[in-house]
């Protein structure tokens, strides 16, 4: 028994309005949360993001929703393994039960399940041999609105501490691997092929959260959208062949990354996924323009 959802991620910030005006332009929906800034995906009853301000932009904690018995079983394994219990980062995020993680980054499993995401009308594309759209098929302009937070990718000095520390102690799962570089982890229940990926670096940060929209469309509306609005571009469209989602990221005022997804890989819930070890040369793509040279530069580095 363990996490069942990647409920959350938490940024300190120096200034929150930045990001209120980057995520609104994005397409979540900004909501009050004590001193904090919750965003919201549309449709959705959860908070996504939480912006609070503090010195330096930083992760201030990730929180996943675990059922009594998933958060009972993960204390019994924090005591089995001396992971001592801390308290909340503040008073606006305060409940449930709070750990740090071995970079020390905030671990908050509250009693919470995922709450349901709006769906999308099938994306219906005409292809040789399966012609069946008789209509025009490019829509006008309008306001992406992602459906739900799918991930976060950290970095970290201690990938393999760390991969043990989500699976032995939050009770994630092993989806693939590139040893020694990056590691992508899912949910026992199944679902996304990762909700959380790890990539080896000098120094622990912060590199990205995704949101899952519509369509490869609404990823390239988006994505302009956000351009247009000045922000840098992070690198994309491409697809991963690691997942296997489409991806476009983009730059937020603090040059870490919001990615826009879509067409991810997904897990069953029966165990029967098996963790592969990639070449390095699938780390990254199966298609899309260069790699930037800044692409999986750790910004937080001081
Ligand atoms: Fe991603």
Known sequence: MSATALLSYALTVPDIEPGRRFYSIFGLIP???????????????????????GAK??????R???????????????????????????PEFEGGLWLADPDGNPVNIRNQSAQPWRSAPEFRINQPGHYRRFERGCGPRYQVRP????????????LDEMVAFYRDIV???????????????????????????????????????????????????GAQAVLEAGYGN????????????????????????????????????????????????DALYRWGPPVPDDFARNFEVS
């Open 234 to 281: 992070g690198w994309g469209m491409g697809r991963h062949v690691i997942g296997s989602n489409l991806f476009h990221y983009l730059r937020d005022p603090w040059m870490s990354l919001a990615e826009y997804f879509c067409d991810i890989d997904q897990i069953p819930g029966d165990g029967s996924w098996r963790a592969q070890a990639h070449e390095p040369r």
């Open 57 to 62: 932009k930083r992760l201030n904690h990730l």
């Open 147 to 158: 459906t739900r937070l799918g991930h976060v990718l950290l970095f970290t000095p201690r």
């Open 64 to 90: 996943f929703g675990a059922d009594d018995p998933g958060i009972a079983a993960i204390r019994s394994r924090m005591r089995e393994r001396d992971v001592v219990e801390t308290g909340a980062t503040a």
């Open 171 to 221: 009770g994630l799962r092993l989806s693939d691997t590139v040893p020694g570089i990056i590691a992508f982890m899912h949910l026992p229940c199944g679902g996304d092929h990762h909700v959380l990926a790890l990539l080896q670096d000098a120094q622990a940060g912060f590199h990205h959260a995704s949101f899952e929209v519509e369509s490869p469309d609404e990823m390239g509306l």
């Open 31 to 53: 909501a009050k949360c004590g001193n904090a800034l919750a965003l919201r995906c549309e449709g959705r009853d959860q908070d996504q993001v939480l912006l609070i301000e």
